[in-house]
């Protein structure tokens, strides 16, 4: 029979979050019921909350960090035994026929993923709730393996920040030798500096903030670029392989291509919404691009966390009680948070 579980979620773009019950879906053949213990806060928690996106459907229970442990599996589940520490992340569903899908690029499913949260639910009719409850039932095709050596609550947040850095770092197939720049020292950069410093590059964090250098060196950069001194630019000028651009809004991007070498590339992964304009020269001259990446399919979203394993990278995170999640929303908005908040989810229980 369907479960009842407790959650978190809001009413309307407008209101707080504020206790709820939900349920979950009966356990099919193919499915994986989790008990969730921690879930990561990220800012697309506050943009579906808040309606940014014009998407909404209410209640919003967001969450799509999610780490926890297999309470039940169904008869057909061969990859996960009851016990095993595990985790989901952005997606729960996708056709997994179509060309996107059978490419392990399930982010980019022709026929719509099924995302964690405010998605079309296929089984229960309404839309998809995401880890702000205390279990969540998933087809085992998009349940990960979480490795055992590294710390649960660290790991929450590599389910989507840890794979959105990930993905484009490993598409453009950065290096050991590489000049990698990370621009923004938030959730995604701090990411991007462990997995860039891990993959063997030289990393220079790109910040307007001075008082961010100590940080970002303990976190694996071997420079650090004020982007606002005209001079350390022109230092910098035609030297970088490549640019992981985690800014969240729109923002001029002609300083930062000039850092690029001749072709080049930064990647978008931060603003979801227009940029400034800039100027076609800053392409043309040096035959540079600008591109996007969304996430990561399940693949490789499970070699991040195999990654991660072997190197000990979690991210750097903020305990919260369940009950200080509108305060925590508040706070990131203010970017008051070093680096990721997750939620520890024996509060809600």
């Known amino acids: 029979m369907k479960e009842t579980v407790k959650a978190y979620g809001a009413k309307s773009a407008t209101a707080n979050l504020e206790p709820m019950t939900i349920e979950r879906r009966d356990l099919q053949a193919t499915d994986v019921n989790i008990d969730i213990l921690y879930c990561g806060v990220c800012h697309s928690d506050i943009h579906t909350v808040r309606n940014d996106w014009k998407g909404s459907t209410y209640p919003v229970i967001p969450g799509h960090e999610i780490i926890g442990r297999v309470t039940e599996v169904g008869t057909e589940?061969?990859?996960?035994?009851?016990?095993?520490?595990?985790?989901?992340?952005?997606?729960?569903?996708?056709?997994?026929?179509?060309?996107?899908?059978?490419?392990?690029?399930e982010q980019f499913c022709e026929n719509g993923a099924t995302f964690t949260y405010n998605s079309p639910d296929k089984h229960l009719g309404g839309q998809t709730y995401g880890g702000y409850t205390t279990s969540v039932v998933c087809d085992q095709e998009f349940v990960l393996r979480v490795p055992e050596n590294i710390d649960p609550k660290g790991a929450a947040p590599l389910l989507c920040a840890g794979i959105t850095?990930?993905?484009?770092?490993?598409?453009?197939k950065v290096k050991k030798g590489d000049k990698v720049g990370v621009i923004g020292l938030g959730g995604l950069g701090h990411l991007g500096v462990k997995f860039a410093n891990a993959l063997g590059a030289h990393v220079v964090m790109i910040t307007t903030s001075p008082e961010k250098a100590d940080d970002a060196e303990r976190l694996g950069a071997h420079e650090v670029l004020i982007s606002k001194n005209q001079d350390a630019m022109k230092a910098h000028a035609n030297s970088f392989d490549f640019i992981l651009n985690t800014i969240p809004v729109g923002h001029a991007m002609d300083p930062y291509l000039s850092l690029l070498k001749i072709d080049a590339t930064m990647v978008l992964v931060g603003a979801i919404e227009p940029m400034k304009e800039f100027n076609g020269g800053s392409l043309v001259m040096g035959r540079k691009r600008?591109?996007?990446?969304?996430?990561?399919?399940?693949?490789?979203?499970?070699?991040?966390?195999?990654?991660?394993?072997?190197?000990?990278?979690?991210?750097?995170?903020?305990?919260?009680?369940?009950?200080?999640?509108?305060?925590?929303?508040?706070?990131?908005?203010?970017?008051?948070v070093k680096y990721r908040f997750?939620?520890?989810?024996?509060?809600l229980k």
């Open 77 to 105: 589940v061969n990859n996960f035994k009851v016990g095993d520490l595990v985790g989901v992340g952005c997606m729960v569903d996708s056709c997994q026929t179509c060309n996107s899908c059978q490419h392990d690029l």
């Open 165 to 172: 850095t990930w993905s484009p770092l490993r598409h453009w």
């Open 290 to 336: 600008v591109a996007g990446s969304l996430i990561g399919g399940i693949k490789e979203t499970q070699e991040m966390l195999d990654f991660c394993g072997e190197h000990n990278i979690v991210s750097d995170i903020e305990m919260i009680n369940m009950q200080d999640i509108n305060d925590a929303f508040e706070r990131v908005t203010k970017n008051d």
């Open 342 to 347: 997750v939620i520890d989810m024996a509060s």
